[in-house]
Structure formats: C-alpha cells, structure tokens
C-alpha cells in the first residue's frame, strides 16, 4: 500500500479522490439541509435507492483512500520517529478497515428486505 | 514553495549540501509565530484533514447504527441533539467545509489559476473566512 501510495501517484490519487468527495460531500449537504430524514423508514428508504447506494458505496474506499495518503504525508512531517509512524499507520489501517467494512455493511444491509 | 527551491538551489550552487541534512532548527513557540494567510489556510487545511480522520470510526459506527432499526436510528438522532452532539457536528461541518475551500484551492493552483502572490493571498483570505461564515449558515437553515 505504501510503496503504491507515494509519489506522483499518491498525489494523482489525492486529486481525483477530492473531485469525487467533493460532488457527493456537497449533494449529501443539500440533502441533509434541505430535507433531513424524518424517522427510521425514511432514512432507510432513501439509503437503499440504487443510485445512493451505489455512490456511498464508492464513497467509501474513496474517503479512505484520500483520508490515507493525506494521514500518511501528516504523519511523515510530525511523527519523525520511524517506529511511532509505524504503530500509528498501523492502527489508522485496521481503524480505517473496520471503518470502511462497517459502513458497507450497512449500506448494503439497508437494501435488503426494504 | 518557489523561494524554497531557490534557497534550494542556492545552497547547492554555493557548495553548501552540508546545511540541507545538517539539524534543522525547530521554533515551536505557538503563541510567536505569525503565519501569512496562505500559512494560515494550510495548516487549517492539515487540522481539519486529522479532524475528519478521526471522525471516520465514530461515523461508520453512527452510520451502523442509525441503520440497525429504529431504536437506533432514535439514539442517533438524541446523539445529534444532545449539546455535545451539536458541538461536535459543528466541529466537524466547520472541518469539513475548510478542508472542501482549501482543496478546491489547491486544485486551481494545481491548473496555475491564482498562483500571484496577491491573489494566493487572497483567496487563502477568501476560503478561511468563508469556512465558518457557511456553517453559520447552514445552522441557520436548520434552525
């Protein structure tokens, strides 16, 4: 991950992943403030659309990945010492793993029986 | 990041590679350095980046459970009700909205669009200041 991460093409990567987040980050605001879910059913209905499902399940390793190269360039300037940076990449990855599965899990179980 | 390259450069020319892997010094008093807007809007850049990461575990977890059923998706909702709650959708709207001003930034100077000292200057200005002006804007719009 790290050696495919760095470079030119963690900063391509950075780029395409922030045009993404970008247009869905912004839609997902207007949603939210323009017609916020009112009760379970709701909230549920509308996460199972296709389209909304399909994007917040690209949203996801998207984030991640952005939220990964942008984490790692952080912690190469101010955790200096090679063994913290270590453990706390580390931590981030299975954090961000558990994250990532956990999200997807429940995007996709709210399509299920709706 | 041009005048570091002709530092860069300077120092090459000059013979002095020694002084580029020798101990560089670190200032660290807060409270003394003043950082130019274009500072400014990339640290907050940086601080709202690590802010959003983590609010990554706490969001998935949110997201799972609002899904769970309606008992769940009740206890998200007195979550975001709760004045901690709040305090932290704030924080993490206002996160949010900077890292969106200054990314978007960032990508126009990637294309050369506003690479001016004036203008970098300004929009650096522009996007720090409009970060807080449109969460209070949207606070508004939920009230």
């Given at each position: 991950m790290s050696r495919k991460a760095s470079g030119l093409k963690a900063w391509i990567v950075q780029r395409i992943t922030a045009i993404y987040l970008a247009i869905v980050i912004v839609y997902l605001a207007v949603h939210f403030l323009s017609s916020p879910p009112t009760d379970y059913a709701a909230w549920r209905a509308w996460v199972s659309q296709p389209l909304i499902s399909l994007g917040l399940l690209v949203f996801v390793p998207v984030l991640l990945a952005h939220a990964w190269v942008g984490l790692r360039d952080a912690l190469m300037d101010y955790a200096r010492a090679f063994g913290v940076r270590m453990a706390l990449l580390s931590l981030s990855a299975f954090v961000f793993l558990a994250s990532g599965l956990w999200a997807v899990r429940a995007i996709i179980l709210a399509g299920l029986e709706a | 990041m041009q005048a570091g390259q002709a530092l860069y450069c300077d120092a090459l020319h000059k013979g002095e590679e020694r002084a580029l892997t020798a101990e560089r010094p670190v200032f660290l008093r807060l409270w003394q350095i003043h950082l130019p807007p274009t500072g400014l809007v990339s640290i907050l850049h940086r601080v709202s980046g690590l802010l959003l990461v983590l609010s990554i575990p706490v969001a998935a977890a949110l997201l799972g459970l609002s899904l769970a059923g309606p008992k769940g998706f009740a206890t998200v909702a007195a979550i975001f009700e709760h004045w901690l709650g709040q305090a932290g959708l704030v924080l993490l709207a206002w996160s949010l909205v900077h890292h969106l001003f200054a990314g978007l930034r960032h990508l126009l100077l990637d294309i050369g669009?506003?690479?001016?000292l004036g203008t970098a200057r300004r929009s650096a200005r522009v996007a720090t200041l409009a970060a807080p002006l449109v969460v209070l804007l949207g606070w508004g719009l939920l009230q």
């Open positions: - | 669009a506003g690479v001016e």
